[in-house]
T-cell receptor, first 113, second 114 residues
Framework: NAGVTQTPKFQVLKTGQSMTLQCAQDMNHEYMSWYRQDPGMGLRLIHYSVGAGITDQGEVPNGYNVSRSTTEDFPLRLLSAAPSQTSVYFC????????????FGPGTRLTVL | GNSVTQMEGPVTLSEEAFLTINCTYTATGYPSLFWYVQYPGEGLQLLLKATKADDKGSNKGFEATYRKETTSFHLEKGSVQVSDSAVYFCALNLGETSGSRLTFGEGTQLTVNP
């Protein structure tokens, strides 16, 4: 099992550009989510999905879109990048919702100039 | 709202010292509690968890007990090693009522010197 994979590892964007951060898992997990990590703020939930075709907003969803067409993939789209979106992004998945262990990917470090 | 408060870092210890990282929480309900560890340049890994009051989670010599009366989940290890140097995050999860989101503390940077 590869677990949770994310691409790219690093990305530099200019303000206003768009891009998609990829996330995939091979554990047949129903629940997937995206977090951003900023210094001194821990991790904050952006969007999550409880299964294919179902997504919902987290704590900081503005400026981001998601979709879940398959169980395996959960891409995060930045429609028009802003410097405030400079962060490290982590994708996570778990078999079920609730108190089940969530497994994290290695992260994507994004810089918006 | 729900929140997690961790002791401020960074924490610097000598090898074989005793470690305590304090974690307290506020939650509207009965959360599951977690400690995650992040090694440099990597994602978060689950260290241990507890799903109900008085449960003790343990792994790799680390322990934490879910204390409902004090709303705490302090992380302890009797003898730290250089390889334990990492950032430690305390987190709670209230389950489906909150979208199964993990609410994290700010993280505590631990450095262990030989």
């Amino acid at each position: 099992n590869a677990g949770v994979t994310q691409t790219p590892k690093f990305q530099v964007l200019k303000t206003g550009q768009s891009m998609t951060l990829q996330c995939a898992q091979d554990m047949n997990h129903e629940y997937m989510s995206w977090y951003r990590q900023d210094p001194g703020m821990g991790l904050r939930l952006i969007h999550y999905s409880v299964g294919a075709g179902i997504t919902d907003q987290g704590e900081v969803p503005n400026g981001y879109n998601v979709s879940r067409s398959t169980t395996e993939d959960f891409p995060l789209r930045l429609l028009s990048a802003a410097p405030s979106q400079t962060s490290v992004y982590f994708c996570a998945s778990s078999y079920r919702t609730g108190g089940d262990t969530q497994y994290f990917g290695p992260g994507t470090r994004l810089t918006v100039l | 709202g729900n929140s997690v408060t961790q002791m401020e870092g960074p924490v610097t210890l000598s090898e074989e010292a005793f470690l305590t990282i304090n974690c307290t929480y506020t939650a509207t309900g009965y959360p599951s509690l977690f400690w995650y560890v992040q090694y440099p340049g990597e994602g978060l890994q689950l260290l241990l968890k507890a799903t109900k009051a008085d449960d003790k989670g343990s792994n790799k010599g680390f322990e934490a007990t879910y204390r409902k009366e004090t709303t705490s989940f302090h992380l302890e290890k009797g003898s730290v090693q250089v390889s334990d140097s990492a950032v430690y995050f305390c987190a709670l999860n209230l389950g489906e009522t909150s979208g199964s989101r993990l609410t994290f503390g700010e993280g505590t940077q631990l450095t262990v010197n030989p």
